[in-house]
């Protein structure tokens, strides 16, 4: 599969973006999705994903209440709603797909992804 992000910019804090992740290919709908992020000079970290159904996600405890991943497996796409944004969530952001059985912590590890979107930045004025 191949992943397209769409949907980073601006925002002051507070406020509110949504990341689309388009895929191509076939079996979009068997992928488990994520999104992680890079901020300069960290390394990347998990932020939510959710699993070929829709049925389970999971968050990084830092977006928990602000952030919701979704996914319409018609469109191919995966979306990332990122509310009352702050200046820490400037960051780039990437979407992957795994096609992996995972569950819980799982999801939390870059090595269970094997396919890697192209990054979108977001960045987050105070």
């Known amino acids: 599969v191949q992943l397209q992000a769409f949907g980073g910019g601006s925002a002051q804090a507070g406020g509110s973006l949504r990341l689309s992740c388009v895929g191509s290919?076939?079996?979009?709908?068997?992928?488990?999705m994520s999104w992680f992020r890079q901020a300069p000079g960290k390394e990347r970290e998990f932020v939510g994903g959710?699993?070929?159904?829709?049925?389970?996600?999971y968050y990084a405890d830092s977006v928990k209440g602000r952030f919701t991943i979704s996914r319409d497996n018609d469109r191919k796409t995966t979306y990332l709603q990122m509310n009352s944004l702050q200046p820490e969530d400037t960051a780039v952001y990437y979407c992957?797909?795994?096609?992996?059985?995972?569950?819980?912590?799982?999801?939390?590890?870059?090595?269970?992804?094997?396919?890697w979107g192209q990054g979108t930045q977001v960045t987050v004025s105070s």
């Open positions: 992957a797909a795994s096609l992996r059985l995972m569950s819980g912590s799982h999801y939390f590890r870059e090595t269970e992804y094997p396919f």
């Open positions: 290919g076939r079996f979009f709908s068997g992928y488990a």
């Open positions: 959710i699993s070929w159904s829709g049925g389970s996600t």
